[in-house]
Every structure is written in structure tokens, then in C-alpha cells.
């Protein structure tokens, strides 16, 4: 006799669409910029992706670029986008809105440490990624612990990091070794005790491929990521 197990929770954490830099390597944390026309294409491509999600929340940043993106996914779900502050990119403080060339140049020894220990180390006024884990991890542990079976949560490159290190037992200072590209899919799946990251920096795949043999292989109806 078959077991009947329940159908786990998914969480769709997703990566907002691209922002206009000026062309130039830049930190940018919580300075707050809108989605660029490519960003806006990424974010409607999303939203044809995950309308057959099933999703019953979608959470988001309260950034602009993560508040745009998360928007345009909620339209065709007929949800309302719930803001958690507290997935908020991390703050780099003196060093927000500069070129990394440029901070290179005027304090080589802070750019060193950063890229020695980028856990802890702090810019000026600013947060280390231990910070902004002991704000990111409880705020995901609270949307998965909630009634909704499906969740999607619109958040950052460097929130979506930490998360996934977390998740996977990924040491902070390796973080970088985790892509995360503008629109990516993360998908994050919890049945019972046993919790499984089941896809790193997807991609939304062709809105109007025809379903084809694997497109759906557990009959969830749920979208599949490439």
C-alpha cells in the first residue's frame, strides 16, 4: 500500500528585475531605483510564468525595483503584494550608489577586508552580511512557517544569497559563489521536517512553449524552472 504524503510548500524567491546602473559596477543596496524597461519585460515574463502557480501570497521587499516587480506577478494571481521591510537589500552604508572602482581607489585596505570577509565586514554605517542574515533568515522562517502552501517572496541578489546559505549550510564568506542574476528563480520546497532548495538563479522559461513530456512532472500544475 502506497503512502498518500501531503504536497510540500514551495516557495518561489525570486530576484527583482534589472535596475539602470549608469553603466558602471556600483554598490548598490537600499538606494532605492526603479526597474529599467528590461526589468519591466523581465518582471511580465515572470508573471506569465508563475500564473499557474497556485500561489496564495506573495511578499516582498519594500524597495522599489522588488515592490515593481512583485506588483506585476500579483496582477494575474489576483493577489495583493504584502511588504516585509525586513527583506530589505543589505545597507553598504558610505559605500551606497559608488563605483567599486572608486572605492577601490580611495581605501584600498577596507576594499581588501570586504573581499576577505565579506561576512562581517561593515562599510561605513553600513551592515556586514551577518547582519542582514539575523534579519532575513527569521523574517523567511516566519512566511514558511504560515498556512499558505505556496508563497512567492520578490527580494534582492544579496537577501536571496544569504538565504540560500542558510538553506544549503553555505559558509557567508562563500556567498559570492551563488549567482544571482536579475528575474532569478529560486525554488525552495518544505514537507514536514525535510526542507530541499530545488533550483539556484532559474530562469523563467518561454511563456508560449507548448507543455512538452517533463513539463510537469508531479501533476502539481506548478511551473517547472530551467
Known sequence: MTADYPAPKRVYLLRHGHVE????RRYIGCTDLPLSPRGLDQAQRLAGGLA?????????SHLTRAMQTAQ?????LGLAVQIEPSLSEIDLGAWEGREMAQVRR?????YRRRGENPAGFRPPGGESFQDLAHRVVPAFERILAGSV???????????NRVLLCHLLSI????LFLLGQDYAAVNLIEHRGQNLVVRTVN????ALDAPPGPGTDPDGSGAPRWT
Open 106 to 110: 580611495a581605501d584600498p585596505e577596507a
Open 72 to 76: 506585476i506577478i500579483a496582477a494575474p
Open 52 to 60: 499557474r502557480s497556485g500561489a496564495g501570497r506573495i511578499v516582498s
Open 171 to 174: 559558509p557567508l564568506n562563500r
Open 202 to 205: 532559474g530562469s523563467c522559461p
Open 149 to 159: 502552501n505556496v508563497s512567492i517572496i520578490v527580494a534582492h541578489a544579496g537577501v
Open 21 to 24: 546602473t549608469g553603466g558602471q
